[in-house]
């Protein structure tokens, strides 16, 4: 059987999009083939790099223009695309084209806590801010509404009044770095 071809899309330090790509080099379903990065000088280039992964560095019009991306896609042979604290709004053709197959973790709970501007540490706040005493993960499909697609997974973790957003960070990301790459997996199984 041959392996589904990931492509992972990230802004950030790229924690998660390592986590997704060791995880997969165990695999026997799927592998990821390239990482996609709107931000020159973002962690996530190095840590795909140092990996031997792929890199594709794509301003925001590029990633919004299908005479661009569809080769790109068409050239690693992409069965999935995953959101590892990519901080653009897909485009509606790539949701077209992926259809029900464009997975993003979101650090909250949601319908709480998500829409445009809250990510990371925002989130967090928010959480600390609210009082809430549980937060968590939720894995979903992407949409074109900003954190409006169909939740696949949701787990949580609580929150003590004296947790700081470190605190909380340190936590979620361990929720994020169990579950997302074996959620993945089970979407393409």
């Known amino acids: 059987m041959q392996k589904k071809r ?5 802004s950030g330090s790229g924690t998660n999009a390592e986590r997704i790509i060791h995880y997969f080099r165990q695999s026997d379903i799927a592998e990821v083939a390239v990482l996609v990065c709107n931000r020159p000088g973002a962690g996530a280039i190095d840590r795909a790099r140092r990996l031997g992964v792929p890199v594709e560095l794509l301003d925001r019009t590029q990633i919004n223009t299908p005479e661009v991306i569809n080769p790109m896609f068409d050239r690693y042979g992409i069965d999935l695309v995953v959101l590892a604290g990519f901080l653009l709004m897909v485009p509606g053709f790539i949701l077209s084209r992926f259809d029900d197959r464009v997975l993003n973790i ?10 445009k501007g809250m990510y990371g540490r925002h989130v967090h706040e928010a959480v600390i801010a609210a009082g809430e005493t549980v937060t968590g993960i939720t894995i979903h499909l992407v949409s074109e509404q900003c954190d409006g697609g169909r939740i696949l997974f949701q787990t949580s ?11 909380i960070e340190r ?4 929720l994020e770095y169990i579950h997302y790459p074996q959620e993945i997996e089970r979407m393409l199984q």
């Open 6 to 10: 990931i492509a992972v899309f990230a």
């Open 106 to 115: 979101h650090p909250s709970l949601l319908p709480k806590f998500g829409g």
């Open 157 to 167: 973790v609580p929150v003590d009044p004296a947790d700081s957003v470190m605190d």
């Open 171 to 174: 936590k979620v990301h361990q």
